[in-house]
């Protein structure tokens, strides 16, 4: 079974704070991607990287930054948080090729920002 | 800009019923589609749609894709409380960043 973890289920952080969300997995996929969900908004794409040290924006970038140094460890960073960055944060991660598409989520980290 | 809409975006049904959640498309070079189950946490997959007219099922769960009318359907037959979550629908349109496009999701709440 494909396996993704996240460092924390429940965050608080202080606004202007350095804050960053840790997503592993254990399936050697080469796709990883981090999401946002707000009630009303779905599921926003923020940044996804399809290998090691490569990475791209998605929808809702700004306010974010992320690193790929490991093929298994994508990192979410928010450079100085803000109380508008208080939401959900999901990861996800799938392989290449033929069934690339199906993206398996780790559990969540509910973040609140103070 | 590709496009996912689900409808509707709520619902409230009783135990033993039968609800058709929907989801329609907008998007250029259409591969496949996704149902997702979510509760507390993690989305959990259900069924990747890629042939119209091709039924997908488990369990009670069905789904089935139209690529006429760009969309597609999930069925749950007698319904359970179990089934009570947010059903995500995403599109997947190619490309070589596997990326998805997600709908804003459904809330299914099935009452004893």
């Known amino acids: 079974d494909v396996k993704v973890t996240q460092s924390s289920r429940y965050l608080v952080k202080r606004t202007g704070e350095k804050v960053f969300l840790e997503c592993v997995q254990d399936?050697?996929?080469?796709?990883m991607f981090w999401y946002r969900q707000d009630p009303g908004l779905g599921l926003r794409l923020i940044y996804f990287?399809?290998?090691?040290?490569?990475?791209e924006k998605g929808d809702i970038p700004e306010g974010y930054s992320v690193s790929r140094e490991k093929k298994e460890r994508f990192s979410l960073i928010l450079e100085s948080a803000s109380t508008n960055q208080t939401s959900m944060y999901l990861c996800?991660?799938?392989?290449?090729?033929?069934?690339?598409?199906?993206?398996?989520f780790g559990p969540g980290t509910r973040l609140l920002v103070l | 800009e590709d496009k996912v809409v689900q409808s509707p975006l709520s619902l409230v049904v009783h135990e033993g019923d039968t609800v058709t959640l929907n989801c329609s498309y907008e998007?250029?070079?259409?591969?496949?589609l996704l149902w997702y189950k979510q509760e507390k946490k993690a989305p959990t997959f259900l069924f990747m749609l890629?042939?119209?007219?091709i039924e997908k099922k488990s369990g009670r769960l069905s789904s089935i894709l139209d690529k006429k009318e760009l969309s597609s359907i999930l069925n749950i037959t007698a319904t359970q409380t179990g089934d009570s979550a947010i059903y995500l629908c995403?599109?997947?349109?190619?490309?070589?960043?596997?990326?998805?496009?997600f709908g804003k999701g459904t809330l299914l709440t099935v009452n004893p």
């Open positions: 990287s399809y290998d090691v040290k490569m990475k």
């Open positions: 399936m050697d996929h080469e796709n």
């Open positions: 996800a991660s799938s392989s290449t090729g033929t069934g690339g598409e199906t993206q398996y």
């Open positions: 995403a599109v997947f349109s190619g490309g070589s960043n596997y990326k998805l496009t």
């Open positions: 998007v250029t070079n259409f591969r496949s």
């Open positions: 890629t042939s119209s007219g």
